[in-house]
Each structure stands twice: as C-alpha cells, then as structure tokens.
C-alpha cells in the first residue's frame, strides 16, 4: 500500500478527441458554473482539429468567470503551437485565474489532425524529444527573466519572461501519455503525472487498451514516473499522479451497461472490471476500484471525459455517489 499526500479529486474534460462540438455558446458559461458547484475539481479542454473550441481561447474564457475549479487542457500537443506561444498563453491563464491553470502538455497521437493540418507525423521518438525541448523552453519562459535554447528542434535567444506578477509566472505542468519515454519525462519535469493508456485511431485495437487499462499495467506506469523522478533528484511523493477516465456508463443498469461495454471491446466482464479507465458498475463499485488506485498507487486525481454533450445528470450522479463518499479520504 502506498500512502498519498494528495486528496482525491475529480475533473471533467469537456470534449472527446472527436467532438462535434466541446462547449456551446449559449451554455458554456452554465455548464462550467454547474461544473464548479457539483465538487468537480477542474475543467480540462482537449486539443484536436476537429470542430470543437480552442483549448486556450475556452481556458481563458472558463477561467475568467468560475472562482475556485482549476482550469487545464486535456492535453495541448508540442506540434500545433511554438513553445514561445505555449508559454506565453498558459501564463496568461494562470494569471486570470489566479493561480489555477493546470497546463496539460503531450507528444500528440491523433493521426488525423496531422493529416489535416498538413504537419508531419514524426516517429514518437522523435516527438516526445521535441516535447523535452519544448518544456525547458516554456519553463525557462515561466520562471526566468531571460530564456534562450539552442536544441535540435528549437532555437530561441533572450525570449523574456511570460508575465511579471511572480507568483503567477508558472502554471502547474501536467504531462499526459501512457509510453516509457513520456512516463519518464513526467517524472522529470512534471508537477502532475497524467497516466493514459495507449491512444489509438484504430478501433480494432480497443481490447488492447482495455488489457492496457488493467491495474497491473497502470500500477507499472506509476512505478516508471517515480523511478524517473528518483533518477532526477525529486521526490516522487511529491507528484501528483493522475488518471484519465475515457468510458462512464453510470445511466442505466449496472449489469446491462457493462454487457454492452463487452460487446463494444470485444473483452471479458473480468476485463471490464479490471480496467482502471472504465467508470461502470455499482456506485460502491466504483468508490472500491477509485480507493484501491489511491491506496495500491497513489493516483488522487482523475480527470472524467464528460464527451461531446456533458450530461448534467449524470455529473450529479458522479458527485453525489462517487466524489462526495471519496472526499472524506
């Protein structure tokens, strides 16, 4: 058992990867609001091509209005912004919201918002590189009066600070991804290790990332974040570790929405209970599974894919039922 210095908490990602549309413009201000009042922890924006709000723009918006909810992107991709632009932006956020932007940062995976955008689809290897360039530089940008870098993929010479109020300079960085190699650079740099399981394009692979998804796997996962942030000289009690929970079924009965989620991937009951990223089941259920990645790994944070149209019930169900019984954690 491990012993976590972090509360558990709940977010809501507002928008699949493919959502038609995230936020709407005549409710958005409501819906983050209701958000915020139900207990929810944060409101995380995802960043893709498709048509759904620009994660910085709905940031800034979200922010502005909500008082206490962090405010975070789900995550932005190295390659669809210059550093320099990331920093500066993330900044700003973290500044009207009074220190409450959670910066979620990753290597990019949706071969489709390359296709689209005409970007080149580097081999992850070399993406997840850039995305270490890209870190030091939005640090550097955050936190020092001056920042220049000269690395393979950037180059950037005496770029100021972001902005001047101190005690807003540096949002809290979160590193989301599922490989070693992003694993490990979470564990270097990163103030929240988001754990994804392996994102993928191809519905063929769904079993893979459901056996992927296992609390065997994910516990592993957490084990490499905190050998690399040992490796790096930080304490890995210091983190904060994190999960993505991608499937909610909580509408409906228990029973018949897990058969349907063994249908849909193709897998076991077994392997649908034994999935770390599935929210189905019996709300006791489901406060056990959240108790035992908080107690077995140290996961407290986890953000919920509230999907293209958020069901407000189904969010007082989730507070009511799952986040108020694992508050008093």
């Known amino acids: 058992m491990r012993t976590s210095k972090h509360k558990i908490n709940f977010g809501v990602?507002?928008?699949?990867?493919?959502?038609?549309?995230?936020?709407?413009?005549?409710?958005?201000?409501?819906?983050?609001?209701?958000?915020?009042?139900?207990?929810y922890s944060g409101i995380f924006?995802?960043?893709?091509?498709?048509?759904?709000?620009?994660?910085?723009?709905?940031?800034?918006?979200?922010?502005?209005?909500?008082?206490?909810?962090?405010?975070?992107?789900?995550?932005?991709c190295v390659d669809y912004r210059h550093p320099i632009v990331f920093a500066k932006a993330s900044a700003t956020i973290n500044l009207i919201s009074n220190n409450r932007h959670i910066f979620g940062f990753g290597a990019g995976w949706m071969k489709e918002d390359y296709?689209?955008?005409?970007?080149?689809?580097?081999?992850?290897?070399?993406?997840?590189?850039?995305m270490e360039e890209a870190i030091k530089i939005i640090r550097g940008i955050w936190t020092k009066e001056s920042t220049s870098f000269n690395g393979e993929h950037f180059q950037v010479e005496d770029v100021p600070k972001a902005v001047y109020e101190l005690e807003y300079a540096k949002p809290r960085l979160m590193i989301g991804g599922g490989g070693k190699l992003v694993l490990k650079l979470a564990g270097k740099y990163a103030d929240i290790a988001n754990i994804f399981v392996g994102?993928?394009?191809?519905p063929g692979k769904n079993q893979r990332i459901v056996r992927e998804g296992s609390f065997n796997n994910i516990g592993k996962k957490v084990e490499r974040v905190r050998d690399s942030a040992v490796k790096a000289g930080r304490d890995p009690d210091e983190l904060v570790y994190s999960q993505w929970i991608a499937t909610r079924r909580m509408?409906?009965?228990?029973?018949?929405?897990?058969?349907?989620?063994?249908?849909?991937?193709?897998?076991?009951?077994?392997?649908i209970n034994d999935c770390t990223?599935?929210?189905?089941?019996?709300?006791?259920?489901?406060v056990e599974k959240f108790k035992r990645l908080y107690d077995e790994f140290g996961i407290s944070h986890f953000i919920i894919d509230g999907g293209d149209?958020?069901?407000?019930?189904?969010?007082?169900?989730?507070?009511?039922?799952?986040?108020?019984p694992l508050s008093k954690i």
């Open 45 to 76: 924006i995802p960043d893709h091509f498709y048509p759904q709000w620009d994660p910085i723009a709905a940031m800034a918006g979200i922010a502005a209005i909500t008082e206490h909810i962090d405010v975070g992107s789900m995550v932005c």
């Open 13 to 39: 990602a507002l928008g699949a990867p493919n959502a038609i549309l995230t936020l709407k413009k005549d409710n958005w201000k409501e819906l983050s609001l209701k958000v915020e009042s139900l207990g």
């Open 251 to 271: 509408i409906g009965d228990p029973d018949e929405e897990k058969k349907k989620l063994v249908e849909r991937f193709g897998v076991t009951l077994d392997e």
């Open 115 to 130: 296709k689209m955008s005409g970007i080149p689809f580097d081999k992850a290897v070399t993406r997840i590189r850039r």
């Open 277 to 286: 990223w599935i929210m189905a089941g019996e709300p006791s259920e489901l």
């Open 199 to 202: 994102m993928q394009d191809d």
């Open 309 to 324: 149209a958020p069901n407000i019930e189904e969010l007082e169900f989730i507070s009511k039922n799952i986040i108020k």
